[in-house]
C-alpha cells in the first residue's frame, strides 16, 4: 500500500502525465454522463421492459459494451461496437483485397486512408443499427415516448441523433489517444464493462445469502478464488509466451535429436491474442439484426444464438475462435518472411537447412501451437456460461472471462506500461515496479 501512494504521488510530481491523467479522467466523466443522456422524446421511467431485456442474453452483452447506455435510451445507446465492427471488417478486407492490401503497405498515407474508410463503413453500420433499435424500442417500450410525438415523426431524428452520439464517442476516444493515457477506444470499452461491475459484485454477493441454495460466504470465497484463477489465465494470454526453445519446437515435430546451448524462435503460443474472441464476438451479435434486436418471439434456433449461455451459441463460439485464431495468425506471422529474415541476418535453426526448410520447419511449429493455444482462447471466451451453470449471476458471470474480462486486463496492462514509461523518462519508479508487466501486453484495439 505504501508502494502504491508512493507511485501516486510521484505521477502526480510529472506535469505531463498528471495532464494527461486529468484529462483522460475528465473525457471518462464526459463518456459516462453522456450514458444517462436519455433521447429527447422518451421517458426513462417507462423503460422497465427494455431494460428487463438486457438483463441476459446477447442484449445484456451489448448493454454491458455501452456501460449501461443500451439500457437507458441514451444518445450514446449503440456505443463504440460499430466503429469495432468496422475495423474488423477492415482488417479483413486488407487481407483479402488488393486494393486494400497496397494501401496497408503505404505507410502512414495508407493509415490515414484505411481510418477514413472505417469512418464511412462506421456511419453505415449505424445508419442500420440505429433503426433497428428504434423499432426494438418501440416494441419494449411503446409508451415511453411522449404523447404528441408519433413515432415516425421520432424515428428519423433519433436515428441521426444515436449515429452522431457514436461519432462523439469516437472522438472522445482519439482524444484520449493524442491527449490523455492509453489507447482511447480501449479505454472507452474498458469504462463501459467496470462500470457494471460494482453492482455486478453487490448483486451476486446478495444472491449467495439470499438464495435458499447460493452458498453463503464460503461459496462467494470460492467464486472470487476462481475469478482471480481466470485473471491470471488471462493476463498470460494478453502477454503471450516468451520465445519458443527450439528444444522444445523439435519435440512437437517429433524430432528427438537435439542438444546444445538453448535457443529460440520468434513464435508465440498466443499469437492471435484477444483478436479471435473480438472477431468470434463481433459474428455472434449478426442474429440481433435479423430479429431486430428482439429475443422473444422468433424462430427458436434464433433464440438460442441470441442466449450466450445455450450450448449451440457456446458450440459455434469456440468454432469461430479456433478458426479466427488460425487465420489471425496466419496473417501476423508469415513463416516465408521470417525465414528470409533470418537468412539476411545470418541467422539459422541447428539442423535445418535455410530457406524453404526453415520456412516449413516454421509453419509445422506454428500449426502444432496454435491448436492447444486456440483451445485455452476458447475456454477463456466461454468461462461465463460455465460460471452460469453454477448459478452465478449473469451480470457477474460476465467477468469470468470472455471478451470483457480479456478487453479489462489488456487495457490496465496497457494504461500501467504507458505510466511506466512516463516515469522511467524522468527517473520515477512506476506502477508494479516490483513485479512485472512485459512488453506484450496489448489493448483490445
Known amino acids: 500500500m505504501k508502494k502504491f501512494i508512493e507511485t501516486l504521488k510521484n505521477c502526480w510530481k510529472i506535469e505531463d502525465l498528471r495532464q494527461r491523467l486529468l484529462i483522460t479522467l475528465l473525457f ?108 426494438n424500442l418501440k416494441a419494449q417500450a411503446s409508451v415511453a415516448l411522449t404523447t404528441g410525438i408519433s413515432w415516425t415523426q421520432f424515428m428519423l431524428p433519433a436515428t441521426i441523433i444515436l449515429a452522431a452520439g457514436s461519432m462523439f464517442i469516437l472522438w472522445l476516444g482519439e482524444r484520449i489517444t493524442d491527449k490523455g493515457v492509453g489507447n482511447g477506444i480501449s479505454m472507452i470499452i474498458m469504462i463501459g464493462i467496470i462500470a457494471r461491475l460494482p453492482q455486478a459484485f453487490v448483486q451476486e454477493l446478495g444472491s449467495r445469502f439470499t438464495s435458499i441454495s447460493g452458498g453463503g460466504f464460503v461459496m462467494f470465497i470460492i467464486e472470487i478464488l476462481v475469478l482471480y484463477a481466470v485473471i491470471c489465465a488471462s493476463i498470460m494470454l494478453v502477454q503471450g509466451t516468451r520465445k519458443i526453445p527450439v528444444q522444445y519446437a523439435k519435440r512437437l515435430i517429433g524430432n528427438k535429436q537435439y542438444g546444445g546451448a538453448r535457443q529460440y524462435i520468434p513464435l508465440k503460443l498466443f499469437a492471435a491474442n484477444v483478436m479471435p474472441i473480438i472477431f468470434a464476438q463481433a459474428l455472434m451479435f449478426i442474429p440481433l439484426v435479423f430479429v431486430r434486436y428482439q429475443s422473444e418471439g422468433g424462430s427458436p434456433i434464433l433464440n438460442a444464438f441470441m442466449d450466450n449461455r445455450s450450448l449451440p451459441y457456446n458450440i459455434l463460439y469456440v468454432i469461430l475462435i479456433v478458426g479466427f485464431t488460425y487465420f489471425y495468425t496466419a496473417i501476423t506471422l508469415n513463416p516465408v518472411q521470417m525465414a528470409e529474415d533470418m537468412k539476411r541476418n545470418n541467422g539459422f535453426i541447428p539442423g535445418v537447412k535455410p530457406g524453404k526448410d526453415t520456412a516449413d520447419y516454421i509453419e509445422t511449429i506454428m500449426s502444432r501451437i496454435t491448436f492447444p493455444g486456440s483451445l485455452f482462447i476458447a475456454f477463456i471466451a466461454v468461462m461465463p456460461a460455465l460460471a452460469g451453470l453454477l448459478d452465478v449471476q449473469m451480470a457477474f458471470a460476465q467477468f469470468f472471462g470472455g471478451t470483457s474480462l480479456l478487453i479489462l486486463v489488456g487495457v490496465v496492462i496497457d494504461f500501467i506500461q504507458q505510466v511506466k514509461g512516463h516515469m522511467l523518462m524522468r527517473h520515477y519508479d512506476g506502477l508494479l515496479n516490483s513485479g512485472r508487466t512485459r512488453n506484450g501486453g496489448v489493448s483490445a484495439y
Open 28 to 135: 471518462a466523466a464526459i463518456y459516462r454522463f453522456g450514458s444517462f443522456v436519455v433521447l429527447p422524446g422518451i421517458n426513462p421511467g417507462m423503460l422497465d421492459e427494455l431494460q428487463k431485456q438486457t438483463a441476459g442474453g446477447l442484449m445484456s452483452l451489448l448493454d454491458m459494451f455501452s456501460g449501461g447506455a443500451f439500457s437507458n435510451a441514451s444518445i450514446f445507446a449503440l456505443g463504440i461496437m460499430p466503429y469495432i465492427s468496422a475495423s474488423i471488417v477492415m482488417q479483413l478486407l486488407a487481407v483479402a483485397v488488393p486494393f486494400f492490401q497496397k494501401m496497408q503497405r503505404e505507410g502512414e498515407s495508407g493509415r490515414k486512408k484505411i481510418s477514413w474508410y472505417t469512418r464511412f463503413l462506421t456511419v453505415g453500420i449505424l445508419l442500420v443499427q440505429a433503426p433497428s433499435y428504434l423499432l
